[in-house]
């Protein structure tokens, strides 16, 4: 797999892995701890070298188990966190960026990690009680110390990311892009890219949307992600079947699967983006990096560059409470 550059000269592969489904969202948990701990090093062994996790995701649970799979293989990871919720009694009350807490947070991780620094400490989500100068500043800090390499954000506004920036250089921001999820083109995109900031879209795939497996009539169990975001209501869902049957299409085209192209479309959309497609599975760890060798034609990429115009898309990316907490 060929290497792509987030800002600050790091230096990832094209496409990265996110670990969050390893130990939450997506229906049961795997039975099998060993058997992600392999998923993980099978994808470092096939070229993919950027994981992400997070403190919130288990929590605590995930960071674990990425620190225990890449111990033997640590300096062939750019190994990417979080920070930025108030976690109480194992559930998110809320975020907390104040700066005690972000180094509080970054020595639990590394301890977890079992690392010695973490390459991406991304703030989870802005939090609206701290100035994010004063976020940037910490950050800042922690890199002066060797415990953090590069500062990140996720589903930050154009604005934030400004202020930050001026600060201390922010890195990459990481916010869901995908073929229905066109929401950082319109101020983000330029702005990252006018600052010299890398983009790092999580569900890529549209929360497995696009690998073209979802049924227009599959249901989500209640702790599942999907059962709470509107786009995989009944209603809805069957609505958008129309939205990957045309990605469909163009796949049997090229001899390539819906994920390849989805991917290979986010790939096109700029030279510093770089997605983290999250799997339990070795095979769809292939399909995945397969997308860096599919070229799209310039007449592929106008198509599904207009595709929400032209065929719609049916209900937001997020629940009311959580839509209120990103782009700001």
Avoid at 15 to 22: D, E, F, K, Y
Avoid at 228 to 249: C, K, M, S, T, Y
Avoid at 260 to 271: D, E, F, M, R, Y
Wanted: charged share 20%; proline share 5%; net charge negative.
């Amino acid at each position: 797999m060929h290497t792509r550059t987030l800002g600050q000269g790091l230096e990832v592969s094209a496409i990265g892995l996110g670990a969050m489904g390893m130990s939450q969202s997506y229906g049961p948990n795997p039975g099998d701890r060993n058997d992600m701990i392999g998923v993980l090093r099978y994808a470092v062994e096939h070229g993919v070298t950027f994981i992400d996790t997070a403190e919130v995701y288990g929590p605590y649970v995930n960071e674990e188990l990425v620190g225990e799979a890449i111990a033997p293989i640590r300096d062939q990871v750019v190994l990417a966190t979080k920070f930025g919720w108030d976690i109480v009694d194992g559930q998110m009350k809320g975020t907390n960026s104040r700066p005690a807490h972000i180094r509080s947070v970054a020595d639990a991780s590394l301890k977890r990690l079992g690392a010695e620094h973490i390459d991406l400490f991304y703030q989870h989500r802005v939090d609206p009680d701290v100035p994010i100068e004063d976020v940037a500043g910490t950050v800042g800090e922690l890199v002066a110390a060797g415990k953090v390499k590069h500062f990140g954000l996720s589903e930050a506004g154009a604005g934030t990311i400004r202020r930050a920036h001026a600060v201390f250089p922010v890195t990459a921001l990481q916010s869901e892009y995908s073929l229905w999820t066109r929401d950082p083109e319109a101020e983000v995109l330029p702005t990252c890219a006018e600052l010299g900031i890398g983009f790092v879209p999580f569900s890529p795939l549209g929360r497995g949307f696009f690998t073209g497996t979802v049924a227009a009539d599959a249901t989500f169990a209640p702790g599942e992600i999907r059962a709470g975001v509107p786009r995989f209501a009944a209603e809805n869902l069957a609505a958008n079947q129309a939205l990957i049957d045309h990605v469909r299409a163009l796949a049997d085209a090229r001899e390539a699967t819906p994920a390849q192209v989805s991917l290979a479309w986010l790939l096109a959309q700029g030279p510093s983006i770089v997605p983290i497609p999250g799997t339990r599975r070795r095979e769809r760890i292939d399909e995945n990096a397969g997308a860096t060798a599919l070229a799209l034609s310039a007449d592929d990429i106008a198509d599904l560059n207009a595709l929400v115009d032209t065929v719609g898309v049916a209900g937001d990316r997020y629940g009311e409470v959580h839509l209120k907490m990103v782009n700001l």
